[in-house]
């Protein structure tokens, strides 16, 4: 007869705030149990192999066969901080995959905001619609986003304090020199709004073409991800126009090209060696990435390879069922974890 493992309730009651994130909340659990996410899930008697997927989208992003291992970890999940259990899935984003930025991209935030929580003695959250790509500005004080998150990390209160706000400065200046349309504004709100299920009033004259265009958008592919959109929101889009052109390259048209690129033994992508100028001091040269064209192409095709990567070890994976319900292959995920990249 085997050992029965009875869940037990957790430490610290860390509870979701409202609108935080999936990844948010559960980071700043783990952070504070000192453990990591599978090993949470373990020690509360869940599939620890969840801990391994993207949840961020919810049961939109599980497969049906799974359904039963993640509505038993919401339930356990509820149970362990003394939450409901729709508190729990508030914290989901029930939006196609493309939506969402990449895991290791969901760093964006408004330091405005987060300078505010932490004087008021809060936490640091990322809200649900800082996450998604069509995302830039902060809808409260109308400031672009700056990746917070991975600014911040590890950093002492003093020094977290002085880094805000000098981003807070930064997008001050940005949002002067971009000023964004009221139209293009109003865009942004709806379509952010219809993904978080808000009610809105319906499309406007042009929506529909700025949906298609924002809503999975590859701004993220550059480093200076929230200047192009500023760019791309103000009359001034001719930046955000080129790189939309460049990232529009399809697979076929680069490997149709001279430069071969997407052959690995004809050349070696490396993006280690990126842009110099610190992550989120991105107002002095909006165009920056027009000067290392080479290192964003071969970034694309990195990205590109990757995909082709995650797709056929998830069709050689072992547990190739539980692949399956994990939308981004696991150990691509640990991989870009481990090693943040601007891509
Ligand atoms: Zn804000």
Redesign the pocket.
């Known amino acids: 007869m085997g050992v029965v493992h009875e869940p037990e309730p957790l430490a610290f009651r860390v509870r979701p705030r409202p609108n935080e994130a999936f990844d948010s909340w559960m980071d700043r659990l783990t952070a504070k149990h000192e453990v990591t996410r599978a090993e949470l899930f373990r020690h509360l008697g869940c599939d620890p192999r969840l801990g391994l997927c993207d949840l961020a989208r919810g049961w939109q992003g599980m497969a049906p066969a799974v359904y039963p291992a993640f509505h038993q970890l919401i339930e356990t999940l509820a149970w362990a901080v003394q939450a409901r259990t729709r508190t729990i899935e508030a914290t989901f984003v029930a939006v196609p995959e493309l939506a969402l930025l990449p895991p290791a991209l969901r760093v964006f935030g408004?330091p405005?905001?987060w300078r505010e929580a932490q004087q008021a003695g809060e936490p640091l959250i990322l809200t649900r619609d800082w996450i998604l790509r069509a995302s830039w500005m902060?809808q409260?004080?109308q400031?672009p986003l700056a990746p917070v998150q991975r600014l911040v990390d590890g950093r002492t209160p003093r020094a977290t304090a002085r880094i805000l706000e000098m981003q807070v400065d930064a997008m001050h200046a940005l949002r002067r020199r971009y000023p964004p349309t009221p139209v293009m504004l109003a865009f942004n709100r709806s379509v952010i709004g219809a993904m978080l299920g808000q009610a809105g009033a319906g499309l406007r004259r042009g929506e529909f073409g700025y949906r298609s265009r924002f809503t999975a958008n590859r701004y993220h592919l550059a480093r200076a991800r929230i200047a192009l959109l500023a760019a791309a929101h103000s009359e001034r889009t001719r930046s955000a126009d080129r790189f939309e052109d460049l990232v529009g390259l399809s697979a076929s048209a680069l490997l149709r090209s001279s430069a071969n690129l997407l052959n690995p033994k004809a050349r070696r992508p490396d993006v280690s060696s990126g842009p110099t100028v610190p992550e989120g001091l991105v107002t002095r040269r909006i165009n920056r990435w027009q000067a290392n064209l080479p290192d964003l192409i071969e970034a694309y095709v990195l990205v590109k390879r990757r995909a082709m990567t995650a797709r056929s070890s998830a069709s050689q994976d072992q547990n190739g069922d539980f692949a399956e319900i994990c939308p981004q292959n696991p150990v691509e995920r640990i991989r870009s974890l481990s090693a943040p990249s601007p891509i």
Do not use: G, P
Request: proline content about 0%.
């Open positions: 408004c405005l905001c902060c409260r004080h400031l």
